[in-house]
């Protein structure tokens, strides 16, 4: 089966500026997390959704992220505007269910604020 | 809240040593323990994972045994080689989240 996507790979953008990225997890997978690296640190817990629905959003740093999942099925995580300290590798992760369960990682999106 | 502590890198060793990467963690409750290593230019792989204590999970020659007395869940390789240049996180899943140390990146030279 196909594992998690994510798309772009790298984006450039300057401060100020919107950038959305796409994450497809694995089909059947209800459960869908957005991760982020800042800076080489370790990597942060932004939010889970389960099908549609935002189960946990506490990691979201600020008001400047959006995420959505219409349909359950594909999520999109947008910035704006973004701020140089947005910079760092966003990763998606999907899994079947919620609880002890393997999250399966996408290879992540580079961002890059200038 | 939940946290994940990791042996601070970088680590460079030659082909064939042994691999020690150690990782404590704080949790409530009874979380699953992971280790997932990031190759360059690649995702995040899972390594290794347990869920119960005395658990042990191995991949790959590499071996990390969930000690609850000790809350920690050290990864080992008797003898690494070149290709298992990478980065590792350890990790810990609970209430629906992961929860990463800073990841170790380690270097193996001929």
């Known amino acids: 089966e196909a594992g998690v996507t994510q798309f772009p790979s790298h984006s450039v953008i300057e401060k100020g500026q919107t950038v959305t990225l796409r994450c497809d997890p694995i089909s059947g997978h209800d459960n869908l997390y957005w991760y982020r690296r800042v800076m080489g640190k370790e990597i942060k817990f932004l939010l889970h959704f389960v099908k549609e629905s935002k189960q946990d959003e506490s990691g979201m740093p600020n008001n400047r992220f959006l995420a959505e999942r219409t349909g359950g099925t594909y999520s999109t995580l947008k910035v704006q505007p973004a701020e140089l300290e947005d910079s760092g590798v966003y990763f998606c992760a999907s899994s079947r269910t919620s609880y002890g369960e393997t999250q399966y990682f996408g290879p992540g999106t580079r961002l890059l604020v200038l | 809240g939940d946290s994940v502590t990791q042996m601070e890198g970088p680590v460079t060793l030659s082909e064939e040593a042994f691999l020690t990467i150690n990782c404590t963690y704080t949790a409530t409750g009874y979380p699953s323990l992971f280790w997932y290593v990031q190759y360059p230019g690649e995702g995040l792989q899972l390594l290794l994972k347990a869920t119960k204590a005395d658990d042990k999970g191995s991949n790959k020659g590499f071996e990390a045994t969930y000690r609850k007395e000790t809350t920690s869940f050290h990864l080992e390789k008797g003898s690494v080689q070149v290709s298992d240049s990478a980065v590792y996180f350890c990790?810990?899943?609970?209430?629906?989240?992961?929860?990463f140390g800073d990841g170790t990146t380690l270097t193996v030279k001929p």
């Open positions: 990790a810990l899943g609970h209430a629906g989240k992961s929860t």
